[in-house]
């Protein structure tokens, strides 16, 4: 499978605890994004990668938040002190592109969170 | 700021029947690319189709068309003779060109029910 891959796909954790999301993107991608979804709702923009450099982050992204993209392949979202309104599906996309891009972007199926 | 809306939260028909799914967007850049994508229950968002904003022309692949009006802001997408597997969430969303690399702003989505 050659398609965007994220772990694990479920994640139930008490209020509190430290939880982590790994995104594999599709090889060849050099772009890779954060987005979380909140049931009933489309997905809100996180944070984004162009290779292994942080270039854009949402307000959304508290300070209990960290994204990594060490040596511009995998991702890694840590969410500190998790409390129950972080529940929500974590997607992560990722494409190609250099400067502006274009490029349609190809989702995972998401990592989804619930805080007890 | 950009926005995308999708006034119609969910709709019912049964198969065979044709749907229009509503987007209407905000933005001030001039140049700018729109994209519809389909969330089935498997919650992987996959990619339909992208505008761009000095395409007006309509589109059709199969029994998906898309009538793209910059005069009403307007990214309309349809289906014609539904089928049970076009059950799922579709957003659109919309993407600025003046802005580095190709974040999504999406709609809150349609959740498009086709019964046998």
């Not at chain 2, 044709?18 to 140049?31: G, I, K, M, N, Q």
Request: proline share 3%.
């Amino acid at each position: 499978d050659t398609g965007v891959s994220q772990n694990p796909r479920h994640k139930i954790t008490k209020r509190g605890q430290n939880v982590t999301f790994r995104c594999d993107p599709i090889s060849e991608h050099n772009r890779l994004y954060w987005y979380r979804q909140t049931l009933g709702q489309g997905p809100e923009f996180l944070t984004y990668f162009q290779n292994e450099a942080q270039l854009e982050k949402s307000r959304l992204l508290s300070d209990r938040f960290s994204a990594e993209r060490p040596k511009g392949s995998f991702s890694t979202l840590e969410i500190q002190r998790t409390e129950q309104g972080d529940s929500a599906m974590y997607l992560c996309a990722s494409s190609k592109g250099l400067g502006v891009g274009t490029g349609e972007l190809f989702f995972g199926e998401g990592s989804r969170l619930t805080v007890l | 700021a950009q926005k995308v809306t999708q006034a119609q939260t969910e709709i019912s028909v049964v198969e065979k029947e044709d749907v229009t799914l509503d987007c209407v967007y905000e933005t001030r850049d001039t140049t700018y690319y729109l994209f519809w994508y389909k969330q089935p229950p498997s919650g992987e968002l996959v990619f339909l189709i992208r505008r761009n904003s000095f395409d007006e022309q309509n589109e059709i692949s199969g029994r998906y068309s898309w009538n793209f009006q910059k005069s009403t802001s307007s990214f309309n997408f349809t289906i014609t003779a539904s089928q049970v597997v076009d059950s799922a969430v579709y957003f659109c969303a919309l993407s600025e060109a003046g802005r580095a690399g190709n974040m999504l702003t999406f709609g809150g989505g349609t959740r498009l029910m086709v019964k046998p």
